[in-house]
């Protein structure tokens, strides 16, 4: 059974620029999961999509982060402009169940360098 | 809010050597608590989890034992090994209110075994 993946695995991008993250969940998986590693920072969540449904995107740090799940499948992360501060390890996580229990199965992650 | 704290690294020990990675947590409600490893240049993998009180997790030699009296989920393993040398991350999950499974991290404890 293939993990998730998560495309590019590292980008570099001037301010200002767009940058798009795809990650795919594992096969099945109806949850998916974004979060965020700053650089000396915890890993901080972003958002939850349950199928092609956004649960919860309470950690989207502001209006340039636009998190898509066209047919619950993959998902895409936009940045658009990026900024300095939006450098850092963008995780991808998927789970069969949404509880507190259910465990969270990471991508690879992509590191995001903004110039 | 719920917290994660985790002790700082990085931790060096020998080969054989006994390890211990302090992590305490807040949370509001009865939270299940995971120990993720980041070996170098790969994603975030489920180490070990306890979903209630008392529980022990336990895998590849490492256990932590869930203490709700003292808000605890100390990482142990009796005898590292150089292939152990990871970032070790602690995280709690408590699905109240809204957070429907999201994880909340520790910054994360580098460890580094010497043969």
């Known amino acids: 059974e293939a993990g998730v993946t998560q495309f590019p695995s590292h980008s570099v991008i001037e301010k200002g620029q767009t940058v798009t993250l795809r990650c795919d969940p594992i096969s099945g998986h109806d949850n998916l999961y974004w979060y965020r590693r700053v650089m000396g920072k915890e890993i901080k969540f972003l958002l939850h999509f349950v199928k092609e449904s956004k649960q919860d995107e309470s950690g989207m740090p502001n209006n340039r982060f636009l998190a898509e799940r066209t047919g619950g499948t993959y998902s895409t992360l936009k940045v658009q402009p990026a900024e300095l501060e939006d450098s850092g390890v963008y995780f991808c996580?998927?789970?069969?169940?949404?509880?507190?229990?259910?465990?969270?199965?990471f991508g690879p992650g992509t590191r995001l360098t903004v110039l | 809010g719920d917290s994660v704290t985790q002790m700082e690294g990085p931790v060096t020990l020998s080969e054989e050597a006994f390890l211990t990675i302090n992590c305490t947590y807040t949370?509001?409600?009865?939270?299940?608590l995971f120990w993720y490893v980041q070996y170098p240049g790969e994603g975030l993998q489920l180490l070990l989890k306890?979903?209630?009180?008392?529980d022990k997790g336990s895998n590849k030699g490492f256990e932590a034992t869930y203490r709700k009296e003292t808000t605890s989920f100390h990482l142990e393993k009796g005898s590292v090994q150089v292939s152990d040398s990871a970032v070790y991350f602690c995280?709690?999950?408590?699905?109240?209110?809204?957070?429907?499974?999201?994880?909340?991290f520790g910054k994360g404890t580098k460890l580094s075994v010497k043969p």
């Open positions: 949370a509001t409600g009865y939270p299940s």
């Open positions: 996580a998927s789970s069969s169940g949404q509880g507190r229990t259910d465990t969270q199965y």
């Open positions: 995280a709690l999950s408590d699905g109240y209110g809204g957070s429907q499974g999201n994880l909340i």
């Open positions: 306890a979903t209630k009180a008392d």
